[in-house]
């Protein structure tokens, strides 16, 4: 009988990884070479510039132009993004069976958009809760009652 592998993804918007649990009293290991990250940055580090102006549509005053979209958010979504097209070659390939996400509220919901088809059918429970600063032998607290490690 082949063994049921999971994937716990531990994710914010700036870093990832993936360990995998083969079984009850087996523990986590960590995935080799599914760890990223990118350096945390405030809209005010990718922004140099001033904003650009524009006159107004009433009046003769002119104001600054806001972006569309924040950039911060915008480069964290592109991470996310970026995390989530791996796991998709990874379930692809049958690298795992189920999948347990535990990501803070905002990644979770850019994952949740990003994720294909195909990886939604592995997901077996989701944890909307940042663990990425826990240490991996200190998981087991929060993941309890949703494996047994």
Known sequence: MKKTVTWILIADGTQARVLEHSGPGKGLATVKGLDWSIPPLQTQDINADRPGRSFSSVGPGRSAMEPKTDPADHREAEFV??????LDEKAKSGAFDRLVIAAAPIALGNLR?????????TVVAELNKDLTNVPTPQLDRHLDGIIAV
């Open 81 to 86: 993004r970026s995390v989530a097209g791996i």
């Open 113 to 121: 958009k990003a994720m294909s088809e195909h990886v939604k059918k």
